[in-house]
């Protein structure tokens, strides 16, 4: 019989142990009779979505990925493009954006995407990541010739998803983490061709996004702040890295803190009339609606900064046989995950800068 070696100095309770712990003692407050369902999605294998590069000559694989069964959750019916003849989106129906396209096998369907193989160009053909991650991305609707900033972008799908919009007239994609800049950087190596990486169009940071306004004055029509948060699926699944560590308990208190911060920077970095999409992949409201509702508070009170939030029922509806929507938030959505469409968790909350 043979003993495994590691037995003994295994910890007690794993990270992933302790979360689960941990979210069943809030999330099943929170979610009530939703919370089972949720709870076994999130412990069974995450659905993906291809999300097509249009720098790469793909429409060989679009074809392929069709005749698998695989549909454009953005494009293929649900998201089409709805605006008044004025240009604006009336406040009844969303304005999709018809470049983004991001493929899903169909509901209850779990097959797995082959890799992205690169054209004759060398830029592969489709990014992989879980679909409802290009929610943010296309709620924040970005327009002809703006300016996009993208505070906490490594590793870089929702970079590369505001790239597909070709919309972008500057994209500044800022990370902390030195190794997520670095993956974030190798990312747009393998999609996007040199000609539109140059400094003028993109350009690739390592900053604290806390401190946006201290190192530049500059102010975007557009900026994502995609927070860093308990990303409570890997927390479930990984022991490595993982925030429920004893050790990190720390920091993981300090996360709505932080999280505050960052979005408290990215609207003084939109300009007056510009909008802000905050998202995270947890189910917290700690990390959710609560850190929204204080960061409208702080920055109204401390920083004269008057904000609006926009409302996003019109657009989940146009994803609704995608995702399943919690009915509870009041100021964003929130994709929870599911069996039958197991993407998920993702918060989104879009926000107006009135002054
Ligand atoms: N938007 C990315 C994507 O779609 O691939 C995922 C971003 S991830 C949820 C959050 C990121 O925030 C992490 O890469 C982390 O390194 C970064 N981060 C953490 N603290 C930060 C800070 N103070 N300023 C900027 N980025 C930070």
Request: hydrophobic fraction near 40%; glycine fraction near 6%; aromatic fraction near 8%.
């Amino acid at each position: 019989r043979v003993k495994t070696k590691w037995a003994s100095t295994r910890a007690k309770f794993p990270a992933t142990a302790l979360a689960l712990q941990h979210f069943d003692a809030t999330y099943q407050n929170y979610f009530g009779d939703l919370w089972p369902s949720v709870r076994v999605a999130m412990l069974s294998e995450q659905k993906y979505g291809a999300l097509m590069n249009n720098f790469s000559s793909n429409a060989d694989v679009i074809s392929a990925l069709r005749s698998q069964g695989c549909r454009d959750f953005v494009g293929d019916g649900e998201g089409d493009t709805h605006e008044i003849s004025d240009g604006h989106p009336s406040p009844e129906v969303a304005r999709i954006d018809p470049n983004i396209q991001c493929f899903v096998f169909p509901r209850g369907d779990i097959s797995r995407f082959k890799p992205a193989r690169p054209d004759s160009a060398g830029l592969l053909s489709y990014y992989l990541l879980d679909a409802a991650s290009v929610l943010p991305v296309l709620a924040l609707d970005v327009r002809p010739d703006q300016a996009v900033l993208d505070l906490c972008a490594g590793p870089g799908g929702k970079t590369l998803a505001l790239l597909q919009t070709q919309a972008v007239r500057f994209l500044w994609a800022n990370d902390l983490s030195g190794s997520r800049t670095a993956r974030l950087q190798r990312t747009l190596q393998s999609y996007v061709p040199k000609e539109l990486r140059g400094e003028d169009k993109i350009r690739v940071t390592s900053l604290d996004g806390r401190k946006w306004r201290n190192m530049e004055d500059l102010e975007f029509d557009r900026v994502l702040v995609d927070v860093p948060c308990t990303t409570d699926r890997h927390s479930l699944m990984e022991d490595e890295n993982n925030i429920f560590k004893r050790s990190r308990t720390k920091e993981r208190q300090m996360l709505p803190l932080l999280q505050m911060e960052l979005l408290l920077a990215g609207l003084r970095a939109t300009r007056r009339g510009g909008e802000l999409v905050y998202s995270t992949c947890s189910l917290s409201q700690l990390q959710n609606e609560c850190v929204v509702q204080q960061a409208l508070s702080v920055a109204q009170q401390e920083m004269d900064i008057t904000v609006q939030v926009q409302d996003l029922s019109s657009f989940t509806r146009l994803f609704s046989n995608t995702f399943p929507f919690a009915p509870q938030p009041a100021l964003g959505q929130l994709v929870l995950p599911n069996l039958c469409a197991n993407f998920g968790p993702i918060y989104l909350c879009k926000l107006l800068r009135v002054s």
